[in-house]
């Protein structure tokens, strides 16, 4: 049994209908679920990031403790990934990460995304991996992570429309997901763009899945490349204080 946690880097809890996750969990993974309790309402910026990532390095350090086996951080901008990568020795996913390398597997690719605002920083999450000469567009819908699923019809639609346009103009093999809140949009897409798309990228059920395969082949974080940080005071978030902990007997 893997033990993933999904860390939301929000403080709207309730935004999405989980349903798709739930129903799509592997078979031996357990999943449990949190948000932030401070932080932003939404993560659509880069200030948005900046104030999520503090809450997600808790999040991560509180889910070690607990002994979770990986984290998921289900958001596509990656707030606070790296960071987390310091802070833990277990296994960290990033949404953004592992959800751009799926959709490159197929050559060109799209990010459709909930605001055009975005475009900036998912050129430079996909520059960052080696992917941005695949990436070949990034089209927002025009509705906010908060509104996706207060009208889910109208949203779905709207997705639809953009990951058609994606496929026929940009001339995208592959879609993901530029938001987590699109969870469970994949289908209605896949069923409107049928062979002019090679896939559809749901980026939380993905990096759930990766998750619990790397957990079984004993994948955890590589602290070479995310060493801790060096001893300094902190204060702040109340799992920090495991991490000073840990870094109180770490030689100067």
Known sequence: MTNIRIITPIISAGFRDDAPLAAAV?????????????????????????????????????????????????????????????????LVIGCGEAGLKAAAEMGKFSVVTVLDRQARAFHELAARHGLADQLVSVRGIGVTVLDLERNRAASIAATIRECRLAAHEDGA??????????????DAVVDALGDHIDRVVDPLLHAVRIAHDAVIAGEKTDKALYPRPDRKDFRGFSAWAALSDQLKGKPE
């Open 26 to 90: 592997p078979e031996g993974c357990h999943v449990t679920s949190v948000f932030l309790e401070n932080g932003p309402a939404s993560v659509e910026s880069a200030i948005d990031e900046v104030l999520a990532a503090p809450g997600v390095v808790d999040a991560a350090l509180t889910a070690q403790a607990d002994g979770v086996d990986a984290v998921v951080v289900d958001c596509m901008l990656d707030p606070g990934l790296d960071a987390a990568r310091e802070a833990v020795d277990i």
């Open 173 to 186: 093999r592959a879609i993901v997901f530029g938001c987590t809140g699109m969870l469970g949009f994949a």
